[in-house]
């Protein structure tokens, strides 16, 4: 039904072409197509045209969105990232490095290594195209 993409001058010949072809092969007398008849075919065809452009603009403009919705999850999830990195690694390593000992810091220091590592491979693994 769509091609890639046609140019609006091709598409405007072939229309025009059709018309002709219809005005040539119409079979009503010898006086030819009546003038309400092909106003009522060409209003037809270039209807058509337009709801095939207007189609094919709403489909890319869709998948345009798509696409920005999967950069903004992956920006998302970078931001979680950093921030949730961040917060365990500065709470893990001197609150409770303080307040349970150094072990205990250790531990956090490396979950918030891992937490940051994990949402990092999420971010990432979300496909922009």
Same mark, same amino acid.
């Given at each position: 039904?769509?091609? $890639?993409?046609?140019?609006?001058? $091709?598409? #405007? /010949?072939?229309?025009?072409?059709?018309?002709?072809?219809? =005005?040539?092969?119409?079979?009503?007398?010898?006086?030819?197509?009546?003038?309400? $008849?092909?106003?009522?075919r060409a209003r037809?065809?270039?209807? /058509?045209?337009?709801?095939?452009?207007?189609?094919? #603009?709403? &489909?890319?403009?869709?998948?345009?969105?798509?696409? +920005?919705? $999967? !950069?903004? +999850?992956?920006?998302?999830? +970078?931001?979680?990232?950093?921030?949730?990195?961040? &917060?365990?690694?500065?709470?893990?390593?001197?609150?409770?490095?303080? *307040?349970?000992?150094?072990?205990?810091?250790?531990?956090? *220091?490396?979950?918030? /290594? #891992?937490?940051?590592? +994990?949402?990092? =491979?999420?971010?990432?693994?979300?496909? !922009?195209?």
């Amino acid at each position: 039904m769509f091609d $890639k993409q046609k140019a609006p001058e $091709k598409r #405007a /010949a072939e229309i025009v072409e059709a018309l002709e072809r219809e =005005i040539e092969e119409y079979n009503e007398g010898e006086g030819g197509m009546p003038l309400r $008849k092909w106003q009522q075919r060409a209003r037809e065809e270039i209807a /058509a045209a337009i709801r095939e452009t207007q189609l094919v #603009a709403s &489909l890319r403009e869709t998948m345009r969105v798509d696409r +920005m919705g $999967k !950069i903004v +999850m992956r920006v998302a999830f +970078m931001l979680l990232s950093a921030a949730f990195s961040f &917060l365990a690694f500065w709470m893990g390593v001197v609150y409770i490095g303080q *307040a349970y000992g150094f072990g205990w810091g250790a531990a956090c *220091a490396g979950s918030a /290594a #891992a937490l940051a590592v +994990m949402f990092v =491979i999420v971010g990432l693994s979300f496909d !922009i195209e």
